[in-house]
């Protein structure tokens, strides 16, 4: 347990939910040093975050009140210092681990966000919203 809206799911990665004060903010509260994710866009919604070491990380593997975090990603913000987050959508067979069974979604230098993925285009068509499952946290 981190505080009583976080709670650390193992190691360098933490589940958040934020009170509506925080959610009437147009800025993210995600800390320097980690990649976050919301389900909502404009930062909005259940969090995931990720610190400490770069890693590959399966959306699908974290659970929230509300499902799995996998294909529910509205916004981002890369707090981390250098580097390059990128995301993946699964296509759905083989290895998860192994990125040729994904599509580049889109990619967040560190010191970058994204309040609203319905405006960015996915690298495999359409937008970006609602199709990550896969993410390099740097």
Same mark, same amino acid.
């Given at each position: 347990s981190v505080s009583e809206r976080s709670v650390q799911i193992r190691s360098g990665?933490?589940?958040?939910?934020? $009170?509506?004060?925080?959610l009437n903010q147009s800025a993210s509260w995600c800390l320097s040093g980690y990649l976050c994710?919301?389900?909502h866009s404009q930062f909005g919604g259940f969090e995931v975050s990720f610190s400490g070491s770069c890693r590959l990380e399966n959306l699908g593997s974290i659970?929230?009140?509300?499902g799995w975090f996998n294909d529910r990603i509205s916004s981002l913000?890369?707090?981390? $210092?250098g580097g390059q987050a990128r995301f993946y959508n699964y296509k759905g067979s083989g290895d998860w681990r192994n990125l040729n069974n994904s599509n580049l979604v889109i990619v967040a230098n560190g010191g970058t966000y994204r309040r609203n993925l319905t405006q960015d285009t996915s690298f495999d068509g359409g937008n970006a919203n609602d199709k990550i499952d896969i993410v390099r946290t740097c």
């Amino acid at each position: 347990s981190v505080s009583e809206r976080s709670v650390q799911i193992r190691s360098g990665v933490t589940v958040t939910v934020h $009170s509506q004060a925080v959610l009437n903010q147009s800025a993210s509260w995600c800390l320097s040093g980690y990649l976050c994710l919301f389900e909502h866009s404009q930062f909005g919604g259940f969090e995931v975050s990720f610190s400490g070491s770069c890693r590959l990380e399966n959306l699908g593997s974290i659970q929230y009140s509300g499902g799995w975090f996998n294909d529910r990603i509205s916004s981002l913000d890369n707090m981390r $210092s250098g580097g390059q987050a990128r995301f993946y959508n699964y296509k759905g067979s083989g290895d998860w681990r192994n990125l040729n069974n994904s599509n580049l979604v889109i990619v967040a230098n560190g010191g970058t966000y994204r309040r609203n993925l319905t405006q960015d285009t996915s690298f495999d068509g359409g937008n970006a919203n609602d199709k990550i499952d896969i993410v390099r946290t740097c």
